[in-house]
């Protein structure tokens, strides 16, 4: 089924947030700015601080730009009912849990996933807390982030051949 709206976790997926070092791949924003003028509906997570999300945002024009794009901005420490607000935003707009994506990084992201009954895909890095996340997801429902950008263009022409 043809996914209408993606919701992405900001830190570790949108933008690699390590000790001392923050970087954006600015291909995989604009892919993002492609998907939004198609009509996807795009949502977005962040547990960081509104000031760290403002610094980490201001850090780069194009994500600061982007980030205006989404639909829903989501502020979340906790997993647990994480995505209630995206699924109200969803049933608002007729859109079904079948026709969902979240981009996630942690295994807090796809208990949610999980529990709200959509559909996940897991950023995996070199980080300690995606171990637990890359054992126990399929090869298919993972991707490291440096090949997200080109996940997502393979995932948005499947889409739209669909």
Known sequence: MKKKMLIFRFENVLINVEPEKIYARKNLWKLIEQLKADDYYLGLISSLSFESFVKAGSKFDFVSRTISSFDRLI???QADN???EFLRF???RDIQKEEILYFGCHYGDLE???KSGIDFIGVIS???ENNLLSGVLSPENKVHPVLLAEF???YYVEQAEA
Request: charged letters at 40%; glycine letters at 0%; a positive charge.
């Open 82 to 84: 994480q995505l209630d």
């Open 126 to 128: 070199e980080l300690p």
């Open 112 to 114: 949610a996933a999980k």
């Open 75 to 77: 502020r979340k420490q």
């Open 90 to 92: 969803a049933e608002k």
């Open 152 to 154: 997502l263009a393979n």
